[in-house]
């Protein structure tokens, strides 16, 4: 696309207007579902120019996106998605009127229809979740108004949010002199604990700094939803399980196989503490590097070096993963540049009119940094796999998305440990991957039970910031099984962690635990099968058309509703932490 700040852009940007607007005008003029010749005619034509519509506004969307995190203070930037997110009516009118349609459809005619044309067919799945989508949908015209007040309440929380973090400097020491740094810079993962230590306490008083507006915020976006969720008649559950093609059976089964097996992660974190010479771990103690042996800190990491151990490790498991990895590099689909005025964290959007994804991050030179490269990639190759099958066809629900990038992070995980020379170096790797474990089943977890208290709170009324505090600390203490020191929880958690502010995925969280766990299950399946990477490679395309648990079980033959898949993946936790644990002994 053009710059975003020159005309071209603008016209660009005013056509897709136009186009949706047309869009929308035809949806309300669809004819009742069934098998007649001019009616299957008629939607497979509207189905066509819906999935164009739908694959412009997305490539668009990101294309904007990514300049906003590239440069968060940037006006027109900002300027362009609000004027995106404007166009959710649209979007939702559309929606709204295809869903209702099916809904009315009976079974018996859904099928014929179905039936009568190959667009029609190839589209099936989405036309299934279209008339599953429709029960969370209030009736047409509220539906319409609801979208359109969303503009301005529901998603403009969510975009105060982004300016007051993006606009945040914290100020820090270093070589004697005061800076500002966004926070995507300010780390946590040196060796020496007190600039640990300082480096938190600075961000958390900048983060504190807009606790009330932040508290404003993510009240609203919690109000909006539930207020819609009290006229459906269900609870604030639905709707995400609804968008992760999953069941509440599945999810409520991998919680309880975490909660009894995560005790082993406790253990990892007490001889973590043992071996920083503390008592007990502190937040800020949780991405600290294991002390250096004979008084010599380790190399920071090139750009340059964690991608060749990201391309190496892939092109091991997989010569098709390791040749896309190469690509994406190589064609700069990457933004990486440690500078100030970026927004925080890291994120894989697509671009499907180009059949291309683009990857944000900050490379700040760690192990860590690497991780999250490789997870960022492994994002973009599920996109990539994806990129030849229908539209609508390569939508994926985000519990299936994290499967591939987590899967990704564990290809390079274990590929070094392989390499890995001495038991120093193992250690050390085996002390990322337990921190990816504290991670998944721990923060995490934390995050969906304040998330899930939060909603039943605020079902009440408004929540203020002090009991957010008290709120996230509570669930800190409960799914970290109390391993922290008693001054060292993060009660201003709920501030700095943007997952709770994206206003299109409530419950931003059980889906990051369900690929964990997910990659791990399925990485200890791969030493059984004679041609996993191709196995894996059909189940990444079944995560287009399939339910959550239908994918993995035509895939992988496991039930997800069961304990025992979740428990095999919980094994590789604990033999991880086992063998830590023999090493540092």
């Known amino acids: 696309y053009p710059n975003p700040e020159t005309d071209d852009f603008r016209a660009a940007i005013d056509q897709l207007k136009s186009e949706l607007s047309q869009l929308a005008e035809s949806s309300e003029e669809l004819p009742t579902v069934d098998a007649n010749v001019a009616t299957v005619a008629h939607w497979s034509d509207f189905l066509t120019r819906h999935a164009a519509a739908h694959a412009e506004f997305s490539a668009v969307n990101s294309f904007i996106g990514c300049h906003a995190a590239a440069d968060a203070a940037n006006k027109t930037f900002q300027r362009y998605e609000g004027e995106l997110s404007a166009l959710s009516p649209l979007r939702s009118q559309i929606a709204t009127n295809i869903e209702f349609a099916f809904q009315a459809a009976d079974n018996e005619t859904f099928a014929m229809f179905i039936a009568a044309a190959p667009g029609l067919q190839e589209n099936a799945y989405f036309l299934k979740l279209c008339r599953r989508n429709a029960k969370l949908r209030l009736p047409k015209e509220q539906e319409l108004l609801a979208a359109e007040l969303d503009v301005d309440g529901l998603h403009a929380w969510g975009r105060v949010y982004d300016r007051l973090s993006g606009g945040l400097r914290i100020q820090i020491q270093e070589r004697g002199e005061i800076v500002e740094r966004s926070p995507g810079q300010v780390q946590f993962d040196m060796p020496e604990r007190a600039i640990r230590e300082n480096n938190y306490c600075a961000a958390d008083k900048a983060w504190a700094s807009i606790s009330e507006s932040c508290a404003e915020a993510v009240n609203h976006i919690a109000g909006s939803r539930l207020s819609k969720y009290r006229r459906l008649g269900v609870d604030h559950l639905a709707a995400p399980l609804n968008q992760n093609h999953m069941t509440r059976e599945t999810l409520d089964t991998m919680w309880s196989v975490v909660t009894k097996r995560k005790s082993c992660v406790a253990d990892y974190l007490k001889k973590?503490?043992?071996?920083?010479?503390?008592?007990?771990?502190?937040?800020?103690?949780?991405?600290?590097?294991?002390?250096?042996?004979?008084?010599?800190?380790?190399?920071?990491?090139?750009?340059?070096?964690?991608?060749?151990?990201?391309?190496?490790?892939?092109?091991?498991?997989?010569?098709?993963?390791?040749?896309?990895?190469?690509?994406a590099i190589a064609e700069k689909w990457i933004e990486v540049e440690d500078r100030p005025g970026k927004r925080q964290g890291g994120f894989c959007t697509d671009l499907p009119t180009r059949k291309q994804?683009?990857?944000?991050?900050?490379?700040?030179?760690?192990?860590?940094?690497?991780?999250?490269?490789?997870?960022?990639?492994?994002?973009?190759?599920?996109?990539?796999?994806?990129?030849?099958?229908?539209?609508?066809?390569?939508?994926?629900?985000?519990?299936?998305?994290?499967?591939?990038?987590?899967?990704?992070?564990?290809?390079?995980?274990?590929?070094?440990?392989?390499?890995?020379?001495?038991?120093?170096?193992?250690?050390?790797?085996?002390?990322?991957?337990?921190?990816?474990?504290?991670a998944f089943l721990m923060n995490i977890h934390a995050r969906f039970i304040f998330e899930d208290?939060?909603?039943?709170?605020?079902?009440?009324?408004?929540?203020?910031?002090?009991r957010l505090c008290e709120l996230m600390k509570s669930a800190q203490r409960e799914a970290y099984c109390n391993a922290l020191a008693d001054d060292g929880w993060n009660p201003n958690f709920w501030i700095s962690k943007?997952?709770?502010?994206?206003?299109?995925?409530?419950?931003?969280?059980?889906?990051?635990?369900?690929?964990?766990?997910?990659?791990?299950?399925?990485?200890?399946?791969?030493?059984?099968?004679?041609?996993?990477?191709?196995?894996f490679r059909d189940f990444l395309i079944a995560t287009g058309c399939q339910d959550t648990e239908a994918a993995v079980d035509s895939s992988f033959g496991y039930d997800l509703r069961q304990p025992d898949f979740w428990n095999r993946s919980l094994d590789i936790v604990e033999q991880r932490v086992q063998k830590y644990l023999e090493l540092a002994d």
């Open 272 to 327: 973590k503490a043992e071996l920083l010479g503390v008592e007990r771990l502190s937040w800020f103690d949780q991405q600290a590097p294991l002390p250096a042996t004979g008084g010599t800190a380790a190399a920071a990491l090139s750009y340059d070096e964690a991608c060749n151990q990201t391309m190496n490790a892939f092109s091991e498991f997989s010569p098709e993963l390791g040749d896309f990895a190469r690509m």
């Open 453 to 466: 208290n939060f909603h039943n709170e605020r079902a009440a009324g408004e929540v203020s910031s002090a």
């Open 498 to 535: 943007l997952h709770f502010y994206i206003t299109d995925w409530p419950f931003y969280n059980f889906p990051y635990t369900f690929g964990y766990l997910l990659s791990l299950g399925t990485y200890s399946l791969a030493k059984d099968a004679t041609d996993f990477p191709q196995q």
């Open 357 to 438: 994804s683009r990857i944000f991050m900050t490379f700040t030179r760690s192990n860590d940094s690497m991780s999250t490269l490789a997870h960022e990639l492994g994002h973009a190759y599920h996109t990539w796999v994806l990129r030849d099958q229908p539209v609508f066809q390569r939508d994926y629900p985000m519990n299936l998305a994290e499967t591939a990038s987590t899967f990704a992070e564990s290809v390079l995980g274990e590929s070094r440990l392989a390499a890995a020379s001495t038991d120093r170096e193992k250690l050390e790797i085996l002390d990322g991957m337990l921190g990816d474990s504290v």
